[in-house]
């Protein structure tokens, strides 16, 4: 009879396609590990907490050249077997550090959903498996990237909420990329409004330059 070893199967990094070493710190902090430890490393994790207004927010990494060449190939290149690369190594911690959170993802326009076939966020998220509430959208499809630094400044003015009961419950609002916070401070200000018990940010990345201001 084989040992449990040997029958162990070998994970291929979504990455850079090396076989995922097994019996490694890395592989028991992740079991279904799907980037090995090096590329890992690269992202640069930092588990950094910062606030906006009196809530607090957490980002995983910064907004770096290799998190900025995965978030395009997995949102621009419509790469979707890359939405569990970002998150799923943080997903148990995270998982139980925001226990009893529901998710509200930043929305994206609905035409960029249909192009891309998915979106984005809500696929990078659901790795933490906890409830997702997609109660606020966009209501004018234009993207961030055509828009001048003033009027990204007034991007809150196109998101709108559902008309949904918070009062009860504790919010985790969710982003890939916070950059000027106006997405992340208009979706605080719509759940308040909706009464929600608790909020809480987890962005994936931060751009850095903010943290030189
Ligand atoms: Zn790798």
Known sequence: MQSQQSKAKTDICKICFNPIEQNTFHS???KHATICHECL?????VLNTFKVDDIECFHIYFYNEKVQELLYQFKGCYDYE???????Y?????N??????????APSSKKS?????????????????LKMNKCIHKTKQRKQADLTTKEREKIG????????????????????????????KSMIQLVKQKGAKKIKVLLMSK????EKR
């Open 113 to 129: 959903d249909k192009d891309r076939g998915f979106n984005h966020v809500e696929e990078m998220f659901k790795t933490l498996r």
């Open 82 to 88: 890359l939405y569990s690369v970002f998150l799923e």
């Open 207 to 210: 751009t850095i330059d903010l």
């Open 28 to 30: 028991l902090l992740c």
């Open 157 to 184: 003015d196109y998101l709108v909420i559902d008309d949904v009961n918070l009062s009860n419950k504790k919010i985790l609002l969710v982003d890939d990329v916070y950059t000027t916070g106006s997405t992340i």
């Open 41 to 45: 490393l690269k992202f640069g994790p």
């Open 96 to 105: 139980i550090k925001f226990k009893d959170y529901e998710i509200v993802p």
């Open 90 to 94: 943080y997903s148990s911690y995270l």
